[in-house]
Every structure is written in structure tokens, then in C-alpha cells.
């Protein structure tokens, strides 16, 4: 299994997870401009990351999310919890010293989330990894909780396989959870039984012992049904300040269920892939989600999950929906959804004209109020995604079936093995608790219509409050290509309008000609402004001379007491405040007046009444630094104020 294994130094495996969540970094691959997600994502990066190594890749915070994303995406999470599914146990016939460790994965009569609320843990069947190479049918394993001198027996009733792996091998068996005295005792809950016994899970490779502070940072901020056996990782990095402004700017964020177990982090062993059995793993997603999916897909909202259990619950509702549309036409249909291993690739194989996302999402959420089920989808090089515009993910272990997930998203041979050959130079943290990264999908179906007939509007054309935002409107009507020369004033009056026209694909050209600027030190200040942001984008800028001032006077004449942000103004709210933001993150030069010798009249004036300073002409330190305060600063209601008193 070359293809899925490299040299991982030990040094950069994180044993304790970054502080705030959202400190860890976030490696984005810079993707080509195929789409207006990939072309928004690409100049995001390149503007954040101005000093990257190369094209291919940008060296962020995961606290960057927020600006890496477009307004119209939509985040999908794992909301399950973590169990404390690890304890530590010895024979009972036997003398050996020590403690061995038993891996809870799942339950072999209930599923995961009906497991966890059973009342007596008593003669339930479990599967477990037992961390020790000898043991055989029949054994009696003693688990002891130290502080109380409780106890808890398990008998081993079979071996499935062997186990191997790096930090000890062992076996998978099924065992028999035996309560003493349980006919005497009170019930012993499923959630007792393992608060009682039980250990956060930390994966072995930390090679330390559980913290107290584990019991918290290994949930995710989402996390709310107990299941899982394992942290759904990738989530790990999100906190409730970041998930705010992710909604504040109009992001979308669905949660689905899936309980972490074998499926997703038993190594690979087997000499090729279709040796490997994948661990089916519980899911559930409601019907209120996955209607909430199928708006995002009619609107062309790029959908991203947020790690790699999301991307195969997401792309088994998918498969689940085609088969579940078959069913029905076969009058079979089943309200019960398994997905095997290898079946979506055989069903690909056996259909023609397989429906679209939107119509395999419909036959779904007609199935009932919640979607549930299995899922052991075993997503390897070659697999065409039918749900995942992109992915925010953890870096993985070798010789695992995660890493080949990540293959395939990035589909060309070896960009893989390159962007984690970026990510060691780079001095990554890797793993569980270790940073990010967010690749998009080559093949994105995000603005790429699947229906075209279809009455709902097109997300690329609005605005996060449903306003249409002119911009867009302009842009969306030019094919990516078309070549467009546009006149600029200043860098934070059309920062917005010019990344959003990269975005879309248009060839821009930037004009500066302003010679109303007075005096020329101000003039000067705002063209090299103009020009840096030029150079981030790497586009064009033309700088026309400024020796037509008369020519602007002459012009101007008559309109000497015109207020700015008349009734020519077309520019929206949405427009106004990504402006802002720009602006922030650029740190461009902020300017007190327009531009002209007339509006440093009026605001010198106005200053005057106020008893503030005269304006300093090309004040190199007042930036702009706080989108939101800049906003209110500069809204229509402070300027209509301005106007009304000079």
C-alpha cells in the first residue's frame, strides 16, 4: 500500500490541540479558477496569504475561515459525541502483570445511539479491539475502576480477525459485558457503565495519558448524540465565535450524525485496497437537512463538509437516494438504508442516466422525518463526488482509508503526496488534534447547473439578505474571459467590485485616473494603494497622468456643493460591507474626504464645527482596521448628518 503511506516525523504528531480551537492552522490548496467557488477561493487565499511560498498552496489560521469562504456556502458538520470507550482490563485467569487495552467499536444489537440509552449494560454483545495478541474464546476479562473498587466483567465469545497496527497488535472480538451480582444490583446504564469504566479515547499514537482538559476538547462544539468511538476531528478546530460569523455572513451549516467507529480509522493492512474490509458506521440526518441540502443545490450554494465521516454520510445519501428510487420502482421499497462497501461503484457500473444529486435528495426525503441507517462506502481514487463541492480536513495517518478519500478529492496522481510534503517543511501539526486543511473539489457542482429549467434563482446573483447585489448581476452576465477595463478612484471604494469581477472570471485591467484628487501627496498615497492591491490579484494597472486637474475644474464646474453618495450611488448594503472588510484586511490607507479639493473643504469645515483637527493630507497611519466600526463611521445615515450641517 505505498500509495497511501510517508514519513511522518514523530515531533510533528500534536499531542494536546491548539488554544483557542481555532489558533491551529489551515493549509488551503490553491485551486484553479474552473468556477466562481474555485476563482473565490483562489483569490482569498493569494490575498491572505501574500508572502506563500507558490501558487499551490496558502499558509492560514482556521480562524481564517470565515474569509476564505463565500457568503453563499454551505458547511456541513458531524454532530456526534464521543464515549469514553477505552478501558483497561486484565484476565482474570490469569497471573500476568498489567492492564491491556479493550476499544469499544460498536454494538452488535443495537445501534449506536439506541445503544447508549439502554437502561442495564448487562448481556449486551459488543465489538472491541482488544489490545492483546493471546486472547481467546472463552476469556474472562475483569475491568476494575480504582476510586470505588467496582468492577466489570467481559467474556470473549469470538475472534472476527487479527489486528495490527503500529502501537500493539491484538485481535477484534465480540464480547458479552457481564455485571456482577446483576441480579442483586440496581441496573447499570450503558452511559454509567462506561462513565464508570471508561477513558476518553485518545488515539495511541499521543503516547500519553488522558488529561483532564481531554474530556472537553476531544468533543467538538457540535457535539450532542453519544456514539462515537473516536472524535470526528476536522470539527475539533471550530468554536462558537467562529461559527457566529460564519452565519452572520450568510454561511449555511447543516448537521448530520455519524458515530465514529472502525470504518473510519482501522488501518489498512491488506495488500491492496479491495482486500480491506471497511467497519460499517451508523448514520442519521433529517429530513429537515437534507431538504436543506437539495435548496443548496437548486441555489448552486458550494456545499463543503467539514471532515471526512461528513463526506460519506453526504455522499451515502446520495447513493442511498438512488437506490431508494429504484426500490420504488421495483415496488420494493424499504425504509431501512445499508450502503455497502463497493456498491455505489457497482451501481455506477449498472446504471444508466443516474439522476442528479437534487432528484436522488428528493426520492430520499420522501423515505420519512429522519434518513438512518449504515454506511461502509469505501471512497477511493477515481470516485466521482456527487455532494462535496470541497473539504475541511485534518491531516491523516498513513496506511489509512481517510487518506485515500483525500486522494481522491485532489484526483490528480501525487498532488497528495505534495500537499503533505508542503505540510512536514512546513512544520504542520498532524493528526487528531493537529491543523487543517480545505481542498476544493476539482469537478465542483457548485455553479454549475443541473437543472436548467428550473425556476429557483441563481445564489451566484444575490446577496447574503436575498438583495440582488448589481456587482454580481454585472458580473454574472460576462463569460469568464471577457476582458474589462475598469476605472478605479481608491482601493477601499472598489476593492469589493474588483475581487468580486476575479472571482467570476473576468479579465480586469485597473484604470486610475483621477486627477480631481487634491492635493497630489494624497493623490499618490491612494494610487500606490490602488496599485498593491493590483499586484495581489496580479492584475493589470494602468496609470494615467495627472496633469488634467484643469481639465476637472472646468468640468466640475457648477457642481462645487454636489453632495457625494447622491442618488447615483447604486451600491448595496451587502456590496458596502464586504467593502469594509476588504479594507480591514488590507489595512488600506483610510481616507477622511472623497478626493476633490471641494469635499476637503466641506470636511475640513465640517471639522471645524465640530472642534476636531484639520484633515492630514496622506496620513500614511490612519488605516482601516475594524470592518464594522468603519461601516458605521462612514454609513449613509453619518454622511447624510455631514451633508446637513456643512
Not at 470541497?390 to 484526483?411: D, P, R
Not at 436548467?452 to 446573483?461: L, Y
Request: hydrophobic share 35%; net charge negative; charged share 25%.
Amino acid at each position: 500500500m505505498e500509495k497511501i503511506s510517508y514519513e511522518l516525523p514523530d515531533v510533528l504528531i500534536a499531542e494536546h490541540p491548539a488554544s483557542p480551537r481555532d489558533a491551529s492552522r489551515l493549509l488551503v490548496s490553491i485551486p484553479p479558477p474552473s468556477s466562481s467557488f474555485h476563482s473565490f477561493v483562489r483569490t482569498r487565499a493569494k490575498l491572505l496569504a501574500p508572502k506563500r511560498l507558490n501558487d499551490s498552496y496558502a499558509d492560514l489560521k482556521f480562524s481564517d475561515l470565515d474569509r476564505i469562504l463565500p457568503h453563499d456556502a454551505h458547511l456541513v458538520f458531524n454532530q456526534s459525541k464521543v464515549i469514553p470507550a477505552r478501558m483497561f482490563a486484565s484476565r482474570a485467569s490469569s497471573q500476568e502483570p498489567g492492564v491491556f487495552e479493550v476499544m469499544f467499536l460498536s454494538s452488535e444489537e443495537y445501534n449506536m445511539t439506541e445503544a447508549m440509552q439502554q437502561p442495564d449494560c448487562d448481556g449486551m454483545l459488543w465489538r472491541c479491539m482488544i489490545r492483546h495478541p493471546e486472547i481467546s474464546v472463552g476469556d474472562n476479562l475483569s475491568v476494575k475502576e480504582d476510586s470505588s473498587g467496582k468492577q466489570l466483567s467481559l467474556e470473549v465469545v469470538h475472534i472476527h480477525s487479527q489486528w495490527k497496527e503500529e502501537e500493539g497488535d491484538g485481535v477484534e472480538a465480540s464480547v458479552k459485558i457481564v455485571r456482577p451480582n446483576a441480579g442483586s444490583e440496581q441496573h447499570l446504564s450503558v452511559e454509567s457503565a462506561f462513565r464508570i469504566f471508561g477513558n476518553v479515547p485518545l488515539p495511541p499514537y499521543m503516547k500519553r495519558q488522558v488529561e483532564k482538559t481531554d474530556g472537553e476538547a476531544y468533543q467538538t462544539v457540535f457535539a450532542s448524540l453519544p456514539g462515537s468511538v473516536a472524535a470526528p476531528t476536522a470539527g475539533l478546530h471550530m468554536t462558537d465565535e467562529l461559527r457566529q460569523r460564519l452565519l452572520k455572513m450568510g454561511v449555511k451549516i447543516s448537521l448530520i450524525n455519524l458515530h465514529v467507529g472502525a470504518g473510519t480509522f482501522r488501518p489498512v493492512t491488506a495488500q491492496t485496497i479491495s482486500q480491506h474490509t471497511m467497519h460499517s458506521e451508523y448514520f442519521s440526518v433529517s429530513q429537515e437537512e437534507v431538504r436543506d441540502l437539495i435548496r443548496s443545490l437548486k441555489l448552486e450554494r458550494p456545499i463543503v463538509p467539514v471532515g471526512t465521516t461528513t463526506v460519506r454520510v453526504l455522499e451515502s445519501l446520495y447513493w442511498l437516494g438512488v437506490l431508494h428510487e429504484q426500490s420504488k420502482s421495483a415496488e420494493r421499497s424499504s425504509k431501512t438504508f445499508s450502503l455497502g462497501q463497493w456498491e455505489a461503484y457497482q451501481v455506477a457500473a449498472s446504471t444508466d442516466n443516474l439522476p442528479t444529486p437534487t432528484a436522488a435528495l428528493e426520492s430520499l426525503a420522501e423515505a420519512g422525518n429522519t434518513i438512518e441507517g449504515v454506511t461502509s462506502l469505501c471512497i477511493v481514487p477515481g470516485y466521482q463526488f456527487r455532494l462535496c463541492d470541497g473539504l475541511i480536513t485534518n491531516f491523516h495517518q498513513t496506511h489509512s482509508t481517510l487518506l485515500l478519500l483525500v486522494q481522491a478529492l485532489l484526483q490528480t496522481p501525487g498532488l497528495c503526496d505534495d500537499m503533505y510534503r508542503h505540510a512536514i517543511d512546513q512544520r504542520y501539526r498532524f493528526l487528531s488534534y493537529g491543523d487543517a486543511c480545505f481542498i476544493a473539489n476539482a469537478h465542483s457542482h457548485a455553479n454549475k447547473s443541473e437543472q436548467p429549467a428550473s425556476t429557483e434563482p441563481n445564489s451566484s446573483a444575490y446577496s447574503p439578505g436575498g438583495v440582488e447585489t448589481p456587482m454580481r448581476a454585472l458580473s454574472t452576465q460576462l463569460d469568464p474571459g471577457t476582458k474589462v477595463l475598469l476605472h478605479s478612484c481608491c482601493a477601499p471604494c472598489s476593492g469589493a467590485m474588483i475581487e468580486q469581477m476575479v472571482e467570476e472570471g473576468q479579465e480586469v485591467t485597473i484604470l486610475f485616473y483621477n486627477p480631481n484628487i487634491h492635493p497630489r501627496e494624497e493623490y499618490d498615497v491612494r494610487k500606490d494603494e490602488n496599485k498593491r492591491y493590483a499586484d495581489q490579484l496580479n492584475i493589470p494597472f494602468v496609470d494615467l497622468d495627472y496633469d488634467d486637474v484643469d481639465e476637472w475644474y472646468r468640468r466640475a464646474r457648477g457642481m462645487e456643493f454636489s453632495p457625494e453618495r447622491g442618488a447615483r450611488d447604486w451600491q448595496t448594503e451587502a456590496m458596502s460591507q464586504r467593502k469594509y472588510n476588504i479594507n480591514a484586511e488590507q489595512s488600506f490607507y483610510k481616507q477622511e474626504y472623497c478626493g476633490c479639493t471641494y469635499s476637503l473643504r466641506d470636511s475640513n469645515e465640517w471639522r471645524k464645527k465640530e472642534g476636531l483637527e484639520r484633515i492630514k493630507i496622506a496620513d500614511g497611519n490612519n488605516v482601516y482596521s475594524d470592518a464594522e466600526k468603519d461601516a458605521e463611521e462612514e454609513s449613509l445615515e453619518v454622511v447624510a448628518q455631514f451633508f446637513a450641517h456643512t
